[in-house]
Antibody
Framework: EVHLVESGGGLVQPGGSLRLSCAAS????????MNWVRQAPGKGLEWLSY????????YYADSVRGRFTISRDNAKNSLYLQVNSLRVEDTALYYC??????WGRGTLVTVSS | EIVMTQTPLSLSVTPGQAASISCKSS???????????LCWYLQRPGQSPQLLIY???NRFSGVPDRFSGSGSGTDFTLKISRVEAEDVGVYYC????????FGQGTKLEIK
C-alpha cells in the first residue's frame, strides 16, 4: 500500500526557512514523479512543484520559483521541499503527492511573527 | 497559466438525487498524444484530496461507478448519479497539460 508521510512543518517567522520532508513507502520510489501541493486555511489547492523519478526534470509554480527548492533522495525514499524567505501568505498545509494520484496527510506551515 | 473555472461553487443535494459540476479551462486540454489531461478530485472534510477521475472520464481505482466524467477541449463535467452522504466535500478539477492548475473547488452538501 502506498504510504506518504510529510514532516518538517511548524511555526516560523516571516523571512525564515524550513525543510519539509516526505517519507514514501509501498512502491518503487524512483519510478515515480513526485509533487508538492499546498492548501491555505479554508482555501483551495495550489500546485507548487514537481520532480521526476530520475531527478532530470523539475518544475515550479511562478508563485514559489526562486524561493522553494524541490529535491529527492531515491536511496532514502524521500522527497524534500526547502522553503525560504517565507511570507505570511505561505501559511498552509503542505502535501506531497505521488503523480498526484496518491497523497499524504500534509504538514502544517505557519508563518507568523 | 491555464485558468480552471468551476461552477457552481456550492450545491446542496438530496440523497439519491443527481449532481453535476462544470469545469472550464482557458485553453484546450487536448494533447497531441490524443489524450485530454483533465481530472477530478474529492476532498472530504478533514482529509487529503483523493483522485476520482483522470483523463476526463476514467475512474481511478476503487471509485464507485456513480461518478462519471465527460467533456472535451475546454468544457468538462463531473456527474454523480445518486448522491450519498459520503460524497460530501469539495470537488476540484485539475489540468495537467501545462504543469498543473486546480479549479476553485465546488462544495457539495447534503440537504
Amino acid at each position: 500500500e502506498v504510504h506518504l508521510v510529510e514532516s518538517g512543518g511548524g511555526l516560523v517567522q516571516p523571512g525564515g526557512s524550513l525543510r519539509l520532508s516526505c517519507a514514501a513507502s509501498g512502491f518503487t520510489f524512483s519510478d515515480y514523479g513526485m509533487n508538492w501541493v499546498r492548501q491555505a486555511p479554508g482555501k483551495g489547492l495550489e500546485w507548487l512543484s514537481y520532480i521526476s523519478g530520475d531527478n532530470a526534470a523539475v518544475y515550479y509554480a511562478d508563485s514559489v520559483r526562486g524561493r522553494f527548492t524541490i529535491s529527492r533522495d531515491n536511496a532514502k525514499n524521500s522527497l524534500y521541499l526547502q522553503v525560504n524567505s517565507l511570507r505570511v501568505e505561505d501559511t498552509a498545509l503542505y502535501y506531497c503527492a505521488r503523480d498526484l494520484a496518491k497523497w499524504g496527510r500534509g504538514t502544517l506551515v505557519t508563518v507568523s511573527s | 497559466e491555464i485558468v480552471m473555472t468551476q461552477t457552481p461553487l456550492s450545491l446542496s443535494v438530496t440523497p439519491g438525487q443527481a449532481a453535476s459540476i462544470s469545469c472550464k479551462s482557458s485553453r484546450s486540454l487536448l494533447h497531441s498524444d490524443g489524450k485530454t489531461y483533465l481530472c477530478w478530485y474529492l476532498q472530504r472534510p478533514g482529509q487529503s484530496p483523493q483522485l476520482l477521475i483522470y483523463e476526463v472520464s476514467n475512474r481511478f481505482s476503487g471509485v464507485p461507478d456513480r461518478f462519471s466524467g465527460s467533456g472535451s477541449g475546454t468544457d468538462f463535467t463531473l456527474k454523480i448519479s445518486r448522491v450519498e452522504a459520503e460524497d460530501v466535500g469539495v470537488y476540484y478539477c485539475m489540468q495537467s497539460i501545462q504543469l498543473y492548475t486546480f479549479g476553485q473547488g465546488t462544495k457539495l452538501e447534503i440537504k
